[in-house]
């Protein structure tokens, strides 16, 4: 059994079911049931995308108001639910994360989407990505498969990070993971490696990404901000770059070290 076997995962099915973010809950051991539009015809092929492995699947007509008491009612008796059904369209079906968390105060609401929930750009479409500004800074090899698959695997992180919390505050929340967000996030890095400064002194017109403060300032060097987004506990960044070994006394007198122990450390070369 995997590390997350008893923990229960209702997805939407439309990204649903060719989720990376539930395939991989799936594949430590989630039970994660797919909810779809419709059944499909019984001599129909099963689908060989290694992505849509490991889940149960259901049926569901949204739109009726059995559907929709239905999935409320499944919706309370799981752990996590997965939205990738694009900005607001859960909201009008009425499985929104208000509906769901009043009705499971403890779920973990988990978001995926190309540019964001509520930015300027959250109803742009995959297709129409490369007719935006944004393709002149964000080139399709960062956003496919960096943005798009590396969103999703963070989104399954901060599931992660959310039901860690759940589990001592009572209390879940929106996990918020956007492809647009996460290839900025992961280009940094990858400009980093290649010994280039992430947006010092730099200005880009990109609405989408800068709009939702995608960017921090730490210790005078402008940052990516953590991703995913979380509604309720917000990551913060508390120190940026630190030199080898800058905070060992601090650290060892945090774990319960006393002074003359750290001296006579020092004396005997253990710190170097």
Known sequence: MGPLAGIKVLEIDHVGADSICGMLLADMGADVISVAERSAPPDQPRPKRISTRGRSSIALDLSTPGGLETVLR???????????????????????PDECL???????????????????????????????????????????????????????????????????????????????EVADFLRSLLSENEGEQHRQSETIDRPCLDANDNSILVNGMIQPSPVPRFSRTKPEVLWG????????????????????????????????
Not at 141 to 146: A, C, D, K, R
Not at 244 to 270: C, M, Q, Y
């Open 74 to 96: 499944l919706v309370g008796m799981v752990d996590v639910f997965l939205d990738g059904l694009g900005p607001g369209v859960t909201e009008q079906l009425g499985v929104g």
């Open 102 to 180: 009043t009705v499971n105060p403890e779920i973990v609401y988990g978001r995926l989407s190309r540019w964001g929930q509520y930015d300027s750009l959250s109803q742009v479409s995959g297709n129409e990505l490369h007719h935006t500004e944004l393709s002149k800074v964000l080139p399709a090899e960062f956003l496919n498969p960096l943005g798009n698959s590396g969103s999703e695997g963070l989104l399954a992180f901060g599931i992660l990070c959310a039901l860690f919390e759940a589990r001592q505050s009572g209390h879940g929340q929106v996990v918020d993971s956007s492809a647009s």
């Open 241 to 272: 770059p630190q030199r080898a070994g800058e905070e060992t006394e601090a650290v060892l007198l945090d774990f319960g070290f006393k002074p003359r122990e750290i001296i006579r450390l020092r004396k005997s070369g253990a710190l170097p």
